[in-house]
């Protein structure tokens, strides 16, 4: 079975062919951080602009680079939401084009379902199913959720940030840094060359109980980072920047904070809760010092880890056709009826969006 993958929900243009949802025979990813980087984040209509222009290119490498034809792609698997309106919008088109002139089935996948995925797709890793349920940790710009995979494969939300993602967070420091766009890199390359403490640490992201956006989430799986963003400001407006070296212990200090939300909120997150491994996905994951941590916590806990390889750690079409691969997203004649979806609620069942569309199809 050869499905050929579709992602275009950020800033990344991203086409893959995947076979039995385990084995990547190519993913080509064309990124759009130059274009972005000057206004400091992704701009929507020039992300959406760039996807047009790219799109029919990187599909057709895709299949060049997978060694076949269109005529061998069993079926389409394209990201339908959470992501930026337009950007979605690109790839679904193109999908749903593809899939129709083909004569061949369309899958729609969630963006974030798929980046755990992507922690499974090296060249000899397990299956997913085989670590099932498992705890998986999703740490991107856009998103930051622990997510708990059933053992019928269902994903639910167990803990989230309840404000800014990881990622959005690395980036907004790094702009009061001066750092430049994409944050993270930036603050973990200043965070590498740290010596010694700062002498003051930035909060992990506690939240109240009593917090009301909690809805059934328990408060000590999930986090914060705006306040994080704040206390930075308040730090460097009594303390501005003297030196290289101390804006190197401001960048370990913040990113200590992070990475220590994240990594104590997955220990707790694995106490109990019968998981059989921890896998990690999304941009932020290519941090060192959260993959380190995290190796930590997954000893700690008795379970292996699982981390994408680099170039599935950010957005790319490997993780959605793969995905696909498995069964999961919304199938069948449903599908061609899906629209983007850009605050797609995580955790519905296909099934029951498949319904909802059939209902009001023309
Ligand atoms: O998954 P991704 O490529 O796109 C989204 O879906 O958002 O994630 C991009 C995010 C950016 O916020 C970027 O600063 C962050 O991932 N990131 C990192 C690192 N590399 C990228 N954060 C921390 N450390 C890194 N090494
Ligand atoms: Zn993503």
Known sequence: MLILGIESSCDETAAAVVRDGAEVLSSVI???????????????E??????????????????????????????????????????????????????????KPLIGIDHIEAHIQSAFLAPGSPRKDEFLPLLALVVSGGHSAIIRVGRDGAPR???????????????????????????????QKAAQEAHGELGFEFPKGQISRDNPALGRMRADLCFSFSGLKTSLRNYLQKNPVRDREHLCRIAAAYQDAIV??????????????GCRGLAVGGGVSLNAALRARLKDVAEEAGVPIFLPEPRYCGDNAAMIAALAGTGAGVRGEAALLLDATPNLSFGTSPSAIREKLLAKAP
Not at 56 to 79: H, K, L, N, Q, Y
Not at 173 to 178: C, D, E, M, V
Not at 260 to 273: N, V
Request: glycine share 12%; hydrophobic share 45%; with cysteine.
């Open 30 to 44: 064309h990124t759009q951080v130059p274009l972005h980087a000057p206004h400091g984040g992704v701009v929507p």
């Open 46 to 103: 020039i992300a959406s602009r760039s996807h047009m222009e790219m799109i029919p290119s990187v599909i057709r490498r895709a299949v060049e680079e997978a060694g076949c034809s269109f005529a061998d792609i069993d079926a389409v698997a394209v990201t339908y939401g959470p992501g930026l309106a337009s950007s979605l919008l690109v790839g679904l088109s193109a999908a749903k084009g593809l899939a129709t002139a083909l004569g």
């Open 157 to 187: 939300i167990v803990g989230q940030t309840l404000d800014d993602a990881a990622g959005e967070a690395f980036d907004k420091a790094s702009q009061l840094l001066g750092l430049g766009y994409p944050g993270g890199p930036a603050i």
């Open 260 to 273: 220590e939300a994240l990594a104590s909120r997955c220990a707790k997150a694995l106490k109990g809760c």
